[in-house]
């Protein structure tokens, strides 16, 4: 199990990471590019959040028939073609064409779902925290290793080695990761689900909030480059040791806050922490002319970019409904790739219209929308989730009989799976009295 989960957890990585390793240098490399506006240069930065948003949900959907392991694999071709493409292209129109193709190969959704059909529901916590914590070691790791190929190979190398890296997550598919025992059926990712998912608050609260913030991100890696070099604060064959230097550092000081969160169970405090961090900080960006604040407020803005992004799958995981986590996380995957097409195209335009300080007002002005949406959050309730299937059942029975079992809090049946979801409280509630109980019930409907 712990093969598979690693085998996924690298996967997710290795992609993202070919995805990520642009973004501290692409706004400051298609400078030179014929017509490239800030505005062009935006929709360069964020156009694979675009085609993330359009392919997602499809591409979950068209694996419960075609498979979970082929539809991944026509997601990576995609995205290595795309590496490719804009590895050679010589205009920013290809450039962008090339981005768009990246973020064609829609997987994450699809991964959950495999990741979902390998993993039992009592260990899926685990696993995807496994997977959340690969993304931010990707992000980290982007950060420094894109400026440093940049240095040495240009633009050209950064999406060459992206392409390379899609052709290892294609290889680790398929050496690692075990075909599903039987096709499943996740009812969830349907239209019933996710209205379901759209019915519930808090989620959409979330989603606002991953919206914002890797909105505001895209509108941060527009400018920052540019006026990092303005201001003379570091030159591009420094830039990895400058970010190694503030995000290895932000990294440091956020785990006290996620301890806070996950440990002592102040999740919407340390939320609220984190929020506040990236407004303050972007309102500072704005404002400041001074390197030295400037080099503070980045800090401060990724320490609260790195607390949210550890916070906010773990939320979401938290409050979905029963039964209901893959549209959930469909949704969340499908808000965060939106923010980040929106957030580089709204900064490009306020870059043309203001200069180099008018994507940190976007960013300022989505922040503090976020800000809004978390003040009225209620109180996480630490509840886990669990699931059986039952092939032949009498569910009247079987609900009767869990009702008196400690801790589970509620109880769903999906009948495209033949699965019972649960929710329970970890401190009270225990796998085996839940079984108990489901066997005096088909005990009970035998003997009838």
């Known amino acids: 199990m712990s093969r598979t989960v690693f085998g996924l957890s690298l996967i997710y990585a290795v992609r993202m990471l070919g995805l990520f390793m ?21 929709v360069a930065l964020g156009i694979y959040g675009a085609t993330q948003c359009v392919f997602q949900l499809p591409l979950a959907a068209w694996s419960d028939r075609a498979g979970r392991k082929f539809v991944i694999s026509v997601g990576l071709i995609l995205f290595v073609l795309g590496s490719f493409l804009a ?78 890296l899609g052709i ?17 059926f996740h009812n969830d990712v349907r239209a019933k689900g996710l209205r379901e998912v759209f019915g519930e608050r808090e989620l959409l609260r979330a989603a606002v909030g991953v919206f914002a913030l890797h909105a505001a991100l895209m509108a941060m890696f527009l400018s920052m480059p540019t006026l990092l070099d303005r201001l003379d ?23 006290p806050l996620v301890i806070l969160a996950e440990v002592k169970r ?3 405090a340390s939320l609220r922490i984190a929020v506040s961090l990236v407004c303050i900080a972007c309102g500072v960006l704005f404002m400041t002319d001074s390197k030295y604040v400037l080099i503070a407020a980045l800090w401060w803005f990724f320490v609260g970019f790195n ?27 499908t808000a965060q790739f939106g923010g980040a097409f929106v957030g580089a ?18 960013a300022f002005l989505l922040s503090l929308v976020w800000l809004a949406a978390v003040v009225g959050m209620r109180p996480v309730s630490y509840l886990k989730n669990d699931s059986l299937c039952l092939d032949d059942f009498d569910r009247d029975a079987v609900e009767d009989q869990l009702k008196g079992v400690p801790g589970l809090t ?18 009270t509630y225990t796998r085996s009295a839940m079984l108990e109980a489901v066997d005096t019930a088909r005990t009970s409907h035998l003997k009838n």
């Open 410 to 427: 509620k109880v769903v049946f999906d009948d495209a799976s033949n699965h019972v979801y649960m929710k329970v409280d970890a401190d």
């Open 168 to 184: 290892v997550a294609l290889i680790l598919l398929w050496t690692m990761v075990p075909n599903p025992k039987a096709d499943i």
């Open 307 to 333: 607390l949210a992004e550890a916070l906010l799958p773990s939320l979401v995981s938290k409050i979905a409904p029963v039964g209901r986590r893959g549209a959930s996380m469909g949704i969340y995957s």
């Open 266 to 268: 102040h999740m919407r």
């Open 87 to 164: 590895a050679w292209a010589d205009s920013i129109w290809l450039i962008i064409a090339g981005r768009a193709l990246q973020g064609a190969g829609a997987v994450a959704a699809t991964v959950m779902a495999l990741m979902t059909d390998l993993v039992p529901e009592d260990r899926r916590g685990r696993a995807m925290a496994s997977i959340g914590a690969s993304i931010g070691l990707a992000f980290g790791v982007a950060m420094v290793i894109g400026p440093a190929i940049y240095a040495s190979f240009d633009l050209e190398g950064v999406f060459v080695v992206g392409g390379l």
């Open 233 to 255: 604060v570091v030159s591009s064959d420094s830039l990895s040791w400058f970010y190694l230097a503030i995000i290895g550092s932000s990294f440091i000081f956020m785990v």
């Open 22 to 42: 642009v973004l501290p240098i692409l706004s400051l490399a298609l400078e030179s590019y014929p017509n490239a506006t800030a505005t062009w240069i935006g």
């Open 345 to 362: 195209l709204l900064a490009g335009v306020c870059m043309d219209l203001f200069g180099v300080k008018g994507p940190f007002a976007v």
